[in-house]
């Protein structure tokens, strides 16, 4: 179910108008009992003013059970996430939809909801609850080359590197912050491989919000020195991403924290799906992929699905572009499970930190996803992930770090794989900075040795390396 309940329940009050006529007609015969059914009518046709501000409810992605009109807190679906186990993905993801009719009937929908900034499509009542810092409306650029070869059709990279924590994440982070502002949560905790929990830290510092970091002892430093930098309670554990996860619920529950964990919190994916409105604003009519998207939870891929699900339920775009998940051969997860009956998991030991996962929590819907839409699902060797970082860089001058830089190899194994179709344009997703992991790098990277200061040496040095 999408948006055919949310129709049910507008298409209730026109009903309701229609008959108050009839019933004002039979007022003089029966005026005790119409006098009550007034009164219930009144209520019914006052309902959307009354849940003004709360334009949207929750779906379970597992069993399809709505609930919660507005405000109300929520993580996942309570009858589907009992039997929930540790180290496995959990059921019971929650989606958020709005009230898809009225917008899909507004004479220029998109221009509508752009001028508008999207606060029709958000779970926030005002604009003015998000963080001061710039989030998403990240550039896009355009190459046509690679290596000095010309490319079968124009690649475009979407640089979400260029977000305030230097992250893809903060997008979620900025509305679950923004959340929190609304209704008086003023301390957040999250679980994180190091990118969510940076952006976190960075987005509360910017909000005068608590934020409470857990993240495995073995993220990346720079990400946890963003932490500690920024004012965060930064704490690692001797454990796992999923252990830190586990831990941060409990938190939650204990200290009643506001949870920003991906995927448990519904609303990071309402967050990351913003990025979809902004590639139709950039690509208008070229809009047609394949979208490569690096893949750990299975959360970013979801949420770029339902921004394309949401343009075409409100008549924006006639077909959701292909998408091509992304995973890094060593912590394959999601791709490898994606066909299977039953879930298994193979501990992840890739360099690519922020998509190494062991239990995609958003396994579930990114497989309805990537099903629904006819989807592609690849893997990427470590190594194809450093050559690629590489390329990347010396070719267009974006440092991605290797989660982005899987997405990059992605493209790469379909353009040496023949697998670009004539009218294609392929858009990769940039969702980290290099600076935020400089130790992987360093795996694919010699450094030079230094050379005395004076120009007969600087010379031998450049003709010894053939650089002359
Ligand atoms: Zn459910």
Redesign the pocket.
Known sequence: MTTEGIDRSWACNVFVIKHVKAATNLRKRHPFFLKFLKLGFTILLFMPVMTKGKHFIFE?S??G?QSGFGTQLMYL?N??SKDNKSGEPPR?VMKVLYDYHRLRHKPKPFKYLKNRGFIDLLPISSLSSLPPLRTGRTPLYTFNKLDGKLLPAPLHIKDDSQNPTWSFKDRASALVSAFAAEHGLSTIVVASTGNAGSSMAGICASMKQRAVVVLPDSAPEAKLRQVVMYGAKALPIKGTYDQAFELSIELSNQFGWYNRNTAYNPLTIEGKKTVSFELFDQLPELLNGPVFVPVGDGVILSGVYKGFDELKSLGVITEVPKVVAVQAAQSDNLVRNLHQPDFISIRSTTIADSISVDAPRNFYMARQFIHAFDGDAITVSDNDILQASALLAQNTGLFAEPAAAAAFAGFLSYLHGNKLRPGDNPVVLLTGSGLKDLKSIAKGLTLPESVHPDFRSVERTLEKSGYL
Request: hydrophobic share 25%; net charge neutral.
């Open positions: 379970c597992c069993c059970v679906c009858a589907c019971g």
